[in-house]
């Protein structure tokens, strides 16, 4: 990679960095979800520092080009995120589904309490 | 079939309550209501509004049955849940599904329970076709059914007949493991399977089911697609893994028969 590529893709990820310490920062992004988009940010750092370490790892999964390697691995990492957050949507459901059900079986139960109290048979 | 039940004389009359999903069922609900208490005046019932936008609540809090209105809709899978908790939480012995759209059948109800009354099962089907009911469906539809029966039977080294019914009873057992088990959107042949897989004692009756008074299927030919690969994964999936709990300890373990 030639220099200005390597210091483009660097002053990215640390953009990238800094926009999940700010949203951290501001409330927007729970702390365990950041680690993840952190640590994804500091692998660009260091692949973009070190860059040939992805043309070494290139010709490990036997790719020409090192930038086609850098793809296949975005990709990778990607998908892995996308699994994680339907994981994360799954939990959720289950938990919104849970409470829906609790809401409605307390309303129900208010309504039991306030008509029992209107008449103390 | 009633009768035995009333010989065996238990220590206390076993308490049976409807669970009734309703999601926009105004039109259907009253008849069915009516049919239900004028036949089975000893059967209390809940209504479970699964996010209706028309009257089905008022219209049911009017006829003086106690509803359970869900903020959002569930699905079918969630709102039944929702009524077993309740049956649960007000200490009814049997609950059993039964439909808003006046398919199922009051008269039937006494069969269908009787197993569980009797303490030789945890939960009852209704099946359409143990013997001929005169229910037809299409060659497509029938087809499809056969492999989910099938498959299902396969799963659980027992013969299902109809899986897809929801006319259907649960002890107080299945309705404990109803609830910590959170299936999903499709319910109908996953709980089955679940239950019998955790040691569970099923079993079928013949029933016959009318036509739907009001309403429409859930069957398009899109959603038909759907719940075929949905039951399909279910099937399989139900299968491969222990039941799965939301948020509290499971309880399939205790005392299996």
């Known amino acids: 990679m030639t220099i200005s590529q390597r210091l483009i893709a660097g002053i990215a990820s640390i953009l990238v960095m800094a926009l999940i310490v700010d949203l951290v920062r501001r409330r927007k992004l729970r702390e365990e979800y950041a680690l993840l988009w952190l640590a994804s940010g500091l692998v660009m750092l260091l692949v973009s520092i070190f860059s040939n370490v992805v043309a070494w790892l290139a010709r490990l999964i036997g790719i020409e080009h090192p930038a086609y390697a850098l793809f296949v691995i975005a990709l990778f990492v990607g998908m892995v995120l996308a699994i994680h957050f339907t994981v994360v949507l799954s939990k959720l459901t289950a938990h919104n589904w849970r409470l829906t059900q609790e809401i409605g079986l307390i309303r129900r139960q208010l309504e039991e309490d306030s008509s029992r109290k209107e008449d103390p048979s | ?257």
């Open chain 2, 1 to 257: 079939m009633d009768k035995s039940s009333e010989d065996m004389k238990p220590m206390r009359r076993q308490r049976i309550i409807a669970v009734i999903p309703a999601c926009n069922e105004q039109d259907s609900l009253p008849a069915t209501l009516s049919e239900l208490a004028s036949v089975r005046p000893d059967v209390d019932a809940v209504i479970v509004d699964d996010g209706s936008t028309d009257r089905t609540a008022e219209i049911a809090r009017e006829m003086g049955v106690p509803v359970v209105s869900l903020p959002v809709n569930l699905g079918i899978g969630g709102a039944v849940q929702t009524g077993v908790r309740y049956a649960l939480n007000h200490g009814y012995d049997v609950a059993f599904q039964y439909d808003a759209d006046g398919q199922h059948r009051p008269e039937q109800i006494a069969a269908l329970v009787d197993p569980i009354l009797r303490g030789e099962a945890d939960m009852v089907l209704g099946s359409r076709f143990i013997e001929d009911s005169g229910y037809r469906v299409s060659i497509a539809r029938g087809m499809i059914m056969w492999v989910l029966r099938t498959l299902s039977s396969w799963a659980i080294h027992q013969r299902i007949t109809d899986n897809t019914s929801g006319f259907r009873a649960y002890g107080r057992r299945a309705m404990q493991f109803m609830v910590t088990n959170c299936s999903c959107d499709y319910p109908e042949i996953e709980a089955i399977i679940l239950l019998v897989r955790s040691g569970h004692r099923f079993t079928e009756v013949p029933v016959s089911m009318g036509e739907r008074t009001a309403g429409r299927s859930m069957f398009t030919p899109l959603r038909g697609m759907y719940f075929i690969i949905r039951s399909l994964m279910a099937v399989l999936i139900s299968v491969l893994v222990r039941p799965v709990c939301a948020g509290s300890p499971c309880e399939s373990g205790e005392g299996s028969s």
